[in-house]
């Protein structure tokens, strides 16, 4: 595999080689041709350790083929969607509906043939691939056969094919499930009831909350004492093409396509293959309560009832009624949030634990408009075919219709140290999403409540005891651990006794985890690492015991269990602690592909930088703080570039001018500009013009609107007199500005110049004349000295008419080639060029913002603003981001600001019209690490500075570049979390957004090391 | 919150001393007796399937055979592995002690019988 030229510097490259598409251009190719763009890289060519059964989904890379469906998400030129399974299809048709959505339903039931085969396994035998769909008895003795002994090449397979030394058992054997009945699952024996546990925030909340989090559940546990839970988490993969369809629908206009340059279709193709590739899975978690014994009269009446095609009677299932109805209420409350699971979901579950970690069905798992008709699902579990070895440590599943072939390991959780959750260590069941690929968890749990754990524990140390007083009598002594282990008994039943029942109930159960690999020894080396991650960090030795067979089948609803060791007793509060149902999304589920959380576990990050406004209701001001050489530029800039595709109207204030490049990129340069300020014309920057005066039309009609727009016109004079006072102030030398009389003349010659768009700096100067004192005229001719600067004109005169036209979809504004001061160092030691930065820079800031108010109201804006902490100290700079963070909701304007520095953001006092944080790495200073913290509302002191400090982190022992960066990011709905930058689906864009120096020429391709991942 | 389970309470070693007033030479744990004194009369009968004899009045080849298989399984047995667990492996996977290149089919679990009701009522 290839990886595609940029520069390790720019934000956005993964650390897994899964990410790194060669993006060869192809989807040109597929607009003409109708056909599917080439990816290098993706498919069989991703490397181990992001494999996952949802690799499967993605295409074949050298495989281009053709779509069936006409449906698409655009109506340009390249009609490609990708289908949920990883089917992309490519629709020649230029003038399909875009409401069309793309419908995975017919040709997804085909057998794997054309556009919906999918891939098989690189390993596999080409004899399996040739099995007939249709099964029949001597079929599978030919498939069990053909598995036995792959044909050497050459020979006449029938040849070598040993003779089977035994007879196969029963070819099938019917689950213990005999029915469901709405989230009821009958057994012969037992009845269980399931319920869905939604995921729940964990990273980067107080420990306080987490702890709350952890005693709800405690109880929640405690309130099912005496029932056995089956606890079991499986996955889906991220439905990749509703998020598209979504994407499109929020993108009404997006940049029309340019030759020779992906189209808006082609982009959303990019993406959803990237995020196809990346191996994003989803967890579900379904909790099931068996809290009936079923009576042999019950089971009679139901095999009476299914001759008859009723099941199980109704009598049966009303007695049960009321006991659910509790579980609704325990489960329900503040912690589990549980809720019912649909028949839907439970046949989901019961085709993923028969088919355990393989590639979920064709077309049927992210669909919702499929038609696919009740208990399709779990008919196709007679595709899924088990092999077993005597004492080996895998156990093999065979789709039969598909030819995938999938080995599983199944490790138990073995012997456990104590944990300090949730201060040092991460929930023991959610700690494997670490590691890239998708993981079945699955646990039973008998509940004791107080007297069963009592009487449990007095028995072991009635043994214990006994054993002490046989040693006493044989005169030998007693090994000094039953003491200890006796005292041990003796505290804990004191707990058990006096305690409340969350502090003395028992959890005893099993905890297994699946791991898979396409080849029994990818398996056995995942669930290697898997091993030792979790010995390393969390201190639990995991067990991979032999017959693994049962125990995989122990992941089924309703199975037996594998074996009762490795049994696990613990408190409750242990066990609620496993929380396997954590997660750390963020982001919102509209936006563009940002990248991945890189925290406790993998999931795609989107962003919509107008969600905020439009569906949250509030304010629009994004932050984004890092040190230099964090990725706040390139953030910034990509997120211009996202947004600009999508038809927003993107202004970019970069002074120091690397963004300008985003105009140069070919899908974007018809619709782009760049504006740089130091060759631009007199008047430019003329601080009166550049606050625009509120229009009538945009305030609700009748007498509260009159007033809101008379206020808004006289908050416009306001703004503008204090903009130009502070203007003046920056002008004229630091030793004048600091004199008292200097402010107050300037205050007298502002008030008395009208405060409209038409007036100029050269009013205030003539008026400052006009007043006749020695001091008036002498702060009128420095300013008209200053003006004799060429880049100082800009202030000077009235603006062009026309400069900034709203038609470009991105505006770039740079300053290229100024200096820029360090306002470490007093004002008195900057050249005039730094000096006059300062005011320029401030009124840039303005001039960007003005041009959003000159278009439609409603329509979006995203301006983004580089270098804000030039800001900081002056009252214009405060009521500028007040006012942006304000007008944001009402002009629908999302306002990304970056500085160096939280200090600059939490100086202002706008930290709580912030609706998004990203910050990037601080490792220079504790105390701006723990400001940036307020800033993400995060607690202080309690370890993550240390967070921040890690992220972007170099490998000490690397040459090469780091090749990605890493923020901390909040969203709107306050969800704080680690995100790992990821835009290198969009071809060239990481190129044309490198921001360091020494890459001035072609960027140079990075060296093959690999940025070791430390998690992995 | 320092969170611990409670295994080791129930990981403690608990040996047979030997009857009162005299210490047997080697502590064995209690399982080990009840597996032995199941596998006695378990080689008995096997002896008897393959003789038609009548038991011996000392059945020493079957004391011996079943402390061999006791301290044989026994070797694999711990806390968290439990001797039936053992046992039970050994009977199904006799045929081979690692990996083997062959493969057997097990039988497939098919949910083709599960009737489903949209409701509970």
């Not at chain 1, 030691?829 to 730094?834: D, P, Q």
């Not at chain 1, 003005?850 to 580089?866: A, F, I, N, Q, T």
């Not at chain 2, 389970?5 to 080697?26: E, S």
């Amino acid at each position: 595999m290839t990886r595609r030229g940029f520069d390790a510097e720019t934000a956005g490259v993964d650390d897994d080689q899964a990410t790194w598409i060669d993006y060869d251009g192809g989807l040109q190719a597929v607009a003409e041709g109708g056909r599917v763009a080439v990816l290098h890289g993706g498919g069989s060519d991703v490397p181990d350790d992001v494999d996952s059964p949802f690799l499967g989904l993605v295409e074949a890379p050298s495989g281009p083929r053709e779509g069936k469906n006409g449906s698409t998400a655009r109506r340009d030129t390249t009609q490609l969607t990708v289908e949920p399974t990883g089917r992309i299809l490519a629709a020649p048709n230029a003038d399909s509906d875009r409401n069309g959505a793309a419908l995975p339903g017919a040709d997804a039931l085909d057998p794997p043939t054309g556009a919906s085969r999918v891939r098989e396994p690189g390993d596999r035998p080409a004899a399996d691939r040739t099995l007939p769909a249709q099964p029949t008895r001597k079929t599978e003795r030919a498939v069990a056969r053909t598995q036995e002994a792959p044909p050497p090449h050459g020979r006449s397979p029938l040849g070598k094919i040993p003779r089977p030394r035994h007879r196969d058992r029963d070819p099938a054997v019917e689950l213990a499930i005999t029915e469901i009945a709405g989230h009821l699952t009958f057994t012969p024996n037992s009845v269980t009831a399931w319920y869905w546990l939604p995921e729940v925030r964990w990273a980067f909340r107080p420990d306080a909350e987490r702890e709350a989090l952890l005693s709800a559940i405690s109880e929640q546990y405690a309130g099912l004492a005496g029932f056995r839970i089956h606890l079991r988490r499986t996955t889906r993969p991220f439905p990749a093409d509703q998020w598209a369809r979504v994407v499109d629908a929020h993108a009404p206009n997006p940049l029309p396509a340019v030759p020779g340059a992906p189209s808006w279709s082609d982009h959303l193709v990019a993406a959803q293959r990237h995020l196809l590739s990346v191996n994003h899975a989803e967890g579900q978690t379904y909790l099931g309560i068996t809290f009936a014994r079923r009576t042999l009269g019950d089971t009679f009446s139901e095999k009476v009832g299914r001759l008859f095609g009723k099941g199980v009677s109704g009598g049966e299932r009303r007695r049960m009624a009321r006991t659910i109805e509790q579980f609704d209420e325990v489960l329900g409350a503040f912690g589990m949030r549980g809720r019912r699971v649909t028949v839907e979901e439970l046949e989901w579950l019961l085709y993923r634990s028969v088919a355990l970690c393989m590639q979920p069905p064709v077309a049927l798992s992210p669909v919702d408009n499929g038609t696919w008709e009740r208990g399709d699902l779990l008919a196709l579990t007679e595709q899924i075919e088990r092999y077993r070895t005597p004492y080996g440590s895998t156990v093999k599943l065979v789709n039969r219709m598909t030819g995938e072939e999938r080995h599983v390991a199944v490790l138990t959780v073995g012997r456990m140290e104590p944990l300090d959750i949730p201060e040092r260590h991460e929930p023991w069941m959610h700690f494997h999403e670490r590691l890239p690929w998708a993981m079945e968890l699955s646990s039973r749990v008998d509940i004791l409540g107080p007297s069963d754990s009592f009487r449990n524990l007095e028995h072991r140390l009635r043994l214990i005891r006994s054993q002490q007083v046989d040693y006493a009598e044989h005169g030998i002594d007693a090994p000094p651990e039953l003491e200890r282990l006796a005292k041990r008994a003796l505290t804990i039943g004191d707990d058990i006794t006096t305690g409340l029942p969350v502090d003395s109930s028992r959890a005893h159960g099993w905890h297994r985890i699946a791991v898979s690999g396409r080849t029994r020894e990818e398996c056995l080396e995942r669930a290697r690492r898997l091993t030792q991650l979790y010995s390393r960090e969390m201190r639990i030795s995991l067990q991979h015991p032999k017959n693994q067979d049962w125990l995989a089948r122990e992941f089924i609803p309703g199975e037996p269990l594998a074996n009762t060791g490795y049994l696990r007793r613990m408190p409750i509060k242990l066990f609620a602690a496993a929380l396997p149902q954590a997660a750390s999304t963020v982001g919102d589920r509209r936006g563009d592909l940002i990248g991945r959380t890189a925290g406790t576990c993998r999931r795609p990050v989107f962003l919509d930088l107008h969600f905020p406004m439009e569906v949250r209701e509030r304010s629009g001001l994004a932050v984004f703080v890092a040190e230099p050489g964090g990725g706040k530029s390139t953030l910034l800039g990509a997120l211009g570039y996202l947004a600009a595709r999508r038809g927003v109207q993107v202004t970019l204030l970069d002074p120091s001018g690397p963004l300008a490049r985003l105009c140069s990129m070919p899908e974007l340069a018809p619709y782009s500009r760049v504006l740089n300020l130091t060759g631009s014309e007199q008047g430019t920057l003329a601080p009166y013009a550049l606050i625009p005066t509120p229009q009538r039309s945009h305030f609700t009609t009748g007498p509260s609107g009159d007033r809101e727009f008379e206020i808004a016109v006289s908050n416009a004079r306001a703004e503008r007199r204090m903009l130009v006072q502070d203007i003046c102030m920056m002008l004229v030398p630091p030793q004048v500005a600091r004199e008292a009389s200097t402010a107050t003349l300037l205050r007298h010659a502002v008030r008395q110049v009208p405060a409209e768009e038409t007036s100029t700096l050269d009013d205030v100067v003539t008026l400052l004349h006009s007043i006749g004192d020695d001091e008036s005229r002498e702060l009128g001719n420095l300013l008209l000295d200053t003006a004799e600067m060429p880049l100082a004109t800009l202030f000077f005169g009235s603006p062009a008419s026309g400069a900034l036209s709203s038609d470009t979809a991105l505006t770039v504004i740079t300053m290229a080639g100024l200096r820029l001061p360090d306002l470490k160092i007093e004002r008195e030691y900057w050249s005039a060029e730094e000096s006059l930065a300062l005011p320029m820079l401030h009124t840039a800031h303005r001039l960007a913002v003005r041009r959003c108010y000159s278009g439609e109201m409603h329509r979006r804006k995203l301006v983004g603003l580089d270098e804000a902490h030039f800001m900081e100290g002056w009252r214009s700079g405060r009521s500028f981001l007040v006012r942006l963070a304000r007008d944001s909701r009402k002009w629908n304007l999302a306002a990304l600001v970056a500085s160096q520095n939280p200090r600059d953001i939490l100086g202002l006092d706008v930290q709580n019209l912030v609706s998004s944080v990203f910050v990037g790495r601080i490792a220079e200073d504790t105390e701006i690490a723990a400001e940036a913290l307020r800033l993400l509302r995060v607690p202080t002191g309690v370890g993550y500075e240390q967070t921040l400090a890690a992220l972007s982190q170099v490998d000490a022992s690397s040459q090469a570049r780091l090749g990605f960066r890493e923020f901390v990011m909040r969203d709107v709905d306050g969800r704080v979390q680690k995100l790992r930058v990821d835009v290198s689906y969009v071809p060239d864009l990481l190129k044309y957004l490198d921001t360091t120096p020494t890459a001035a020429g072609p960027a140079p391709v990075l060296p093959p090391i690999q940025p070791h991942d430390p998690e992995d | 919150m320092r969170l611990r389970t409670d295994d080791d309470i129930y990981r403690a070693r608990l040996v047979y001393l030997g009857p009162p007033g005299y210490t047997l030479p080697v502590q064995l744990p209690y399982a080990q007796y009840g597996l032995f004194v199941l596998l006695v009369p378990f080689y008995m009968f096997l002896h008897w399937l393959l003789t038609f004899q009548g038991p011996d009045l000392f059945p020493a080849w079957e004391i011996a055979l079943a402390m061999v298989t006791t301290s044989l399984v026994f070797r694999y047995v711990d806390p968290d592995r439990p001797a039936r667990m053992v046992i039970r492996t050994a009977l199904t996977d006799w045929r081979h002690t690692r990996e083997p290149r062959h493969e057997q089919r097990d039988a497939r679990f098919v949910a083709r019988r599960i009737r489903i009701r949209e409701e509970l009522g």
